[in-house]
């Protein structure tokens, strides 16, 4: 049943009381596993989405749930504080009604994976109406999001400081950090992914020579040797062996068309502002993008992994 009625203290600025009632839009993969997270760390969540059955989803799991954007401005008590973990194309609708909301001395955070200098924008439309804003880099995925992140801040850090207590119960231990000033956090992120592409592509090609060549090596074994004591252990490789060991070796059922986000783009496209040769991103992101007409073995095993850190679809 939608939350009403009285208003909900808002955070204490304490290191000895660090339970926090958190306003929180958007209930995705990501969002629901992280309102779950936040709830199990003793915060008091009130959750909202536009889409009905995931606002159903969560209020199964005996969430509050409200049932419009205007509710959080009666129910909590300043100063608010508001998570926001949307698609990027979504971010400035969802802000522009918040602001009209929302009162001087609350606090908006973005965990999506905004372009930086939207969030250098948006935090300078915050500060005009003296209202506070982070935009927050998270990796890790659905998983990560329930069970320990990684998260890259940026914004005000006297805000930073006051939140703190909050990024330390989503993260893993030293999981999060203070990057700098507003846009650096999702601008570090934006790198992360254009490295993460680059690393796919590679274990990807390297895979796809293991396959094609006459020892017939059982790959998800390869894969587990790779991530036990080698230079290239990693979670990448881990969900690699876990991909193999889901969709079989030849992944059959596997899509060899690889979907792709902003954040590769923005990564190439700010690399050649900034006028620094990234020719390994760049091709893993030329890669995606062709593989919609050429979709091949590589790319399966490229939407496997996806699949694995991620819950992205494999068709």
């Given at each position: 049943m939608a939350?009403?009625?009285?208003?909900?203290?808002?955070?204490?600025?304490?290191?000895?009381?660090?339970?926090?009632?958190?306003?929180?839009?958007?209930l995705g993969k990501m969002g629901y596993q992280m309102v779950l997270r936040l709830r199990e760390k003793g915060h008091e969540v009130a959750a909202f989405d536009v889409n009905k059955d995931l606002r159903t989803r969560i209020e199964k799991e005996k969430v509050p749930v409200i049932a419009s954007l205007e509710a959080f401005g009666e129910i909590l008590s300043s100063p608010r504080v508001l998570w926001i973990m949307v698609p990027h194309m979504a971010v400035d609708e969802v802000l522009e009604k918040l602001v009209e909301i929302l009162?001087?001395?609350?606090?908006?955070?973005?965990?999506?994976?905004?372009?930086?200098?939207?969030?250098?924008?948006?935090?300078?439309?915050?500060?005009?109406?003296?209202?506070?804003?982070?935009?927050?880099?998270?990796?890790?995925?659905p998983k990560g999001a329930r069970d320990g992140a990684c998260m890259m801040v940026g914004g005000e850090k006297e805000i930073f400081d006051r939140l703190e207590p909050l990024f330390g119960d989503l993260t893993v231990f030293q999981g999060y950090g203070y990057i700098g000033k507003a846009g650096a956090g999702h601008f570090a992120k934006m790198i992360h992914n254009g490295i993460e592409y680059g690393m796919m592509q590679s274990l990807a090609e390297g895979f796809a020579v293991l396959k094609k060549s006459s020892f017939e090596l059982d790959l998800a074994r390869?894969?587990?040797?790779?991530?036990?004591?080698?230079?290239?252990?990693?979670?990448?490789?881990?969900?690699?062996?876990?991909?193999?060991?889901?969709?079989?070796?030849?992944?059959?059922?596997?899509?060899?068309?690889?979907?792709?986000?902003?954040?590769?783009?923005w990564t190439v496209k700010t690399a050649k502002k900034f006028k620094i040769h990234a020719p390994v991103i760049k091709g893993a992101l030329n890669f995606r993008v062709k593989s919609k007409r050429n979709p091949s073995y590589i790319g399966r095993i490229l939407s496997a992994l996806r699949n694995q850190f991620g819950g992205h679809s494999i068709k």
């Open positions: 939350s009403r009625g009285r208003k909900l203290a808002g955070f204490h600025n304490s290191k000895f009381n660090t339970r926090m009632k958190i306003g929180y839009i958007g009162s001087a001395g609350d606090i908006v955070i973005d965990g999506g994976n905004s372009f930086y200098k939207d969030s250098i924008r948006r935090a300078e439309m915050f500060e005009a109406r003296d209202m506070h804003f982070l935009d927050v880099g998270v990796s890790g995925g390869v894969a587990e040797l790779y991530n036990h004591g080698s230079v290239i252990a990693s979670r990448l490789v881990g969900w690699l062996k876990s991909g193999y060991e889901q969709y079989g070796q030849d992944l059959e059922s596997v899509s060899g068309t690889v979907g792709h986000t902003g954040e590769g783009e």
